[in-house]
C-alpha cells in the first residue's frame, strides 16, 4: 500500500467517523432534553467532542501531507501530531469535563424531567451507527498490521498514524459509552432514583479521560521526536550492514517526520580500503535499498566514520525506542 493510498483510508476513516458523530450528537442531544438524562446530555457532549475531533484529525491528515519546502525542509507530517494532540486536549476539557460535572449535579439534585423511551430509541440507532464507524477503523487497523506483518494490539500501540488510532479508540469509548448510557437510564428507571443516571455520567466522563489521556501521550511522544519500533529499526540496521565495504554500523539514529515519513541517519564504518566512489556508490544503494523495501522511509544520512584501528572491538551504538 503506498503512502498516498494510506493517508486516503485514513481521511475516509475520519470523514465516516465525523459524518456518524455528527447525526448521532444531534440525536442524543434531543433525547437528552426530552428525557432530562443526565447519561444522555453526556452522550450528546461525548459525540459532540468526537465530531470537533474528527474534524481536527481531517486538519491534521491534511496539514500534515503538505510538501517539503525551503523553510521546512523535512516537510509538515509533525503538524499533523499537533492538531492531533488539539483533538485530544479537547476531548479531555469539552467532553470529559461536561460529562463529569453533570454527572456530578444529577447525583446531588437528583433531577430528571421525564421520558426514558426516546433514551432508548436514540441509543440504539447510535449503537448500529457507531458500529459502522468502528467497523472501518478495525478493517483499516487490520490491513495495517498486516502490511507491517504485526498483530493488530501491536500496531494501535506503536503506529506513527495517530488518526486511525484516534477514530479506533473513540468509536470503542463511543460504543462503551452508550453501554453505560443504556445502564444508567434503565437502572433509574428501574429504581426510581436517579444516582444511577448520574453515576453513567461521571463514568463516561472517565472513559472520556482516559482515551484522552492515551492519545494526547501518543501525539506528545511523536511531537518531540520518536524512533521507529525496534523491529524497523532492527531490519534497517541489517540492510545497512549487509552493504559492500561496510564494516558496522557505529550509531543508528531513526526518528518519525510525520505518519508515513521516516528519517535514517548512521554512523558507518567503511573498509580502511574503501575509495570514496566505493562509499559513494554504497550510500546510494543504502537510499536505494531501504526507501524500495519501506516506502516510508523518506530521508538517508550516512556519515563515514573511522573506526579505532584494526582491532577496535567497540560495541555498535545503536540507541533504542
Same mark, same amino acid.
Given at each position: 500500500m503506498t503512502q498516498p493510498e494510506v493517508r486516503s483510508e485514513s481521511v475516509g476513516t475520519v470523514v465516516v467517523a465525523g459524518a456518524a458523530n455528527l447525526a448521532i450528537a444531534v440525536a442524543k442531544l434531543i433525547a437528552g432534553v426530552i428525557s432530562g438524562s443526565a447519561a444522555m446530555l453526556s452522550e450528546a457532549a461525548h459525540s459532540v467532542a468526537d465530531t470537533t475531533t474528527?474534524?481536527?484529525? &481531517?486538519?491534521?491528515? $491534511?496539514?500534515?501531507?503538505?510538501?517539503?519546502?525551503?523553510r521546512h525542509p523535512f516537510g509538515y507530517g509533525k503538524e499533523s501530531y499537533v492538531w492531533a494532540f488539539l483533538a485530544a486536549l479537547f476531548t479531555f476539557v469539552a467532553g470529559a469535563g461536561f460529562a463529569i460535572t453533570h454527572g456530578v449535579?444529577?447525583?446531588?439534585?437528583h433531577e430528571h424531567s421525564g421520558d426514558f423511551l426516546a433514551s432508548y430509541v436514540v441509543l440504539a440507532v447510535s449503537f448500529a451507527i457507531e458500529s459502522v464507524s468502528l467497523a472501518r477503523a478495525v478493517?483499516?487497523?487490520?490491513?495495517?498490521s498486516r502490511r507491517w $506483518?504485526?498483530?493488530?494490539?501491536?500496531?494501535?500501540?506503536?503506529?506513527?498514524?495517530?488518526?486511525?488510532?484516534?477514530?479506533?479508540?473513540?468509536?470503542?469509548?463511543?460504543?462503551?459509552?452508550?453501554?453505560?448510557?443504556?445502564?444508567?437510564?434503565?437502572?433509574?428507571?428501574l429504581t426510581g432514583d436517579e444516582l444511577w443516571d448520574g453515576i453513567a455520567s461521571v463514568l463516561i466522563g472517565v472513559l472520556l479521560l482516559v482515551v484522552a489521556t492515551v492519545l494526547a501521550h501518543s501525539n506528545i511522544s511523536l511531537l518531540v521526536g520518536r524512533a521507529v519500533p525496534e523491529r524497523l529499526r532492527g531490519e534497517i540496521a541489517d540492510e545497512l550492514a549487509g552493504l559492500p565495504a561496510v564494516r558496522r554500523i557505529d550509531t543508528l539514529l531513526t526518528m518519525q517526520l510525520g505518519p508515513s515519513d521516516v528519517l535514517v541517519a548512521a554512523k558507518v564504518d567503511f573498509d580502511d580500503e574503501a575509495s570514496g566512489a566505493t562509499i559513494e556508490a554504497a550510500a546510494d544503494q543504502?537510499? $536505494? $535499498?531501504?526507501?524500495?523495501?519501506?516506502?516510508?522511509?523518506? &530521508?538517508?544520512?550516512?556519515?563515514p566514520t573511522r573506526s579505532g584501528g584494526p582491532g577496535d572491538d567497540r560495541?555498535?551504538?545503536?540507541?533504542g525506542n
Open positions: 474528527e474534524v481536527l484529525l &481531517y486538519l491534521a491528515l $491534511r496539514r500534515g501531507a503538505r510538501p517539503a519546502d525551503a449535579t444529577t447525583i446531588l439534585v478493517r483499516q487497523v487490520r490491513t495495517e $506483518r504485526t498483530t493488530p494490539r501491536r500496531f494501535l500501540r506503536l503506529t506513527s498514524d495517530t488518526a486511525v488510532k484516534a477514530v479506533f479508540l473513540e468509536d470503542s469509548a463511543a460504543l462503551i459509552g452508550l453501554v453505560l448510557a443504556a445502564a444508567g437510564v434503565a437502572l433509574s428507571q543504502a537510499e $536505494r $535499498r531501504l526507501i524500495a523495501r519501506h516506502p516510508h522511509i523518506r &530521508y538517508v544520512f550516512l556519515d560495541e555498535p551504538e545503536v540507541p
